[in-house]
């Protein structure tokens, strides 16, 4: 008699879960690319980002990535996609961390060119998804100027997403994106003297 009065509750509350979310589904009726930022101190914006390149490509989607900071020392990403999914429009700046070049003269130049390449990629309307990983830096470093990268953001293809990670990005940049995640930092490996893990963290 309980399990039944337990299966009875259960299935009135899930009945009333798919109501919730079939109303949901039903009232999302726009078509169209959308603006994502992964933000926040944690780990796994990139990582989240490339799950979603995996996924366009699952529907053979076609896909543009630009990592900035990153490029001195190979990713896994790169390794990957060079490899295996030579269609991926795949472009780095090549620099390393900024902490590491410790020139601010040539990084603003580095990234000046590595945005006309993440430009002619938003303004690519064979692009279904473009990653603009790590581009928050560049904001809050004042190497690219905000309002210029939120225009082409703005501008894109209207059927193209896009996916931008990185620490901070500032409100003006929260404010045209259309789902903001933040990946909160509990504890990391790293804080205890583990060296970053090939596969993992690169």
């Given at each position: 008699?309980?399990?039944?009065?337990?299966?009875?509750?259960?299935?009135?509350?899930?009945?009333?879960?798919?109501?919730?979310?079939?109303?949901?589904?039903?009232?999302?009726?726009?078509?169209?690319?959308?603006?994502?930022?992964?933000?926040?101190?944690?780990?796994?914006?990139?990582?989240?980002?490339?799950?979603?390149?995996?996924?366009?490509?699952?529907?053979?989607?076609?896909?543009?990535?630009?990592?900035?900071?990153?490029?001195?020392?190979?990713?896994?990403?790169?390794?990957?996609?060079?490899?295996h999914?030579?269609?991926?429009e795949?472009?780095?700046?090549?620099?390393?961390?900024?902490?590491?070049t410790?020139?601010?003269?040539?990084?603003?130049?580095?990234?000046?060119?590595?945005?006309?390449r993440?430009?002619?990629?938003?303004?690519?309307?064979?692009?279904?998804?473009?990653?603009?990983?790590?581009?928050?830096?560049?904001?809050?470093?004042?190497?690219?100027?905000?309002?210029?990268?939120?225009?082409?953001?703005?501008?894109?293809?209207?059927?193209?997403?896009v996916?931008?990670?990185?620490?901070?990005?500032?409100?003006?940049?929260?404010?045209?994106?259309?789902?903001?995640?933040?990946?909160?930092?509990?504890e990391h490996?790293?804080?205890?003297?583990?060296?970053?893990?090939?596969?993992?963290?690169?």
């Open positions: 008699m309980e399990n039944k009065g337990k299966n009875a509750k259960h299935k009135r509350a899930m009945a009333k879960q798919k109501a919730a979310v079939d109303a949901g589904v039903a009232a999302a009726s726009v078509e169209r690319g959308v603006a994502v930022l992964l933000t926040g101190d944690g780990k796994g914006k990139t990582s989240s980002a490339f799950g979603m390149v995996m996924r366009a490509l699952g529907y053979g989607q076609k896909v543009g990535v630009v990592q900035f900071i990153k490029g001195v020392q190979l990713s896994g990403e790169e390794h990957y996609l060079r490899n999914c030579p269609d991926v795949f472009h780095q700046m090549g620099t390393g961390f900024t902490w590491d410790q020139d601010r003269a040539s990084d603003i130049a580095a990234a000046e060119r590595t945005w006309e993440a430009t002619k990629m938003l303004q690519n309307p064979e692009l279904d998804l473009v990653v603009l990983d790590e581009l928050t830096y560049m904001l809050a470093f004042k190497y690219l100027p905000e309002a210029t990268v939120i225009a082409a953001i703005e501008n894109r293809p209207q059927h193209q997403s996916v931008v990670t990185g620490r901070g990005g500032g409100s003006e940049l929260r404010g045209v994106m259309d789902t903001v995640s933040e990946v909160k930092d509990i490996a790293y804080r205890a003297g583990i060296k970053a893990r090939k596969g993992v963290d690169f």
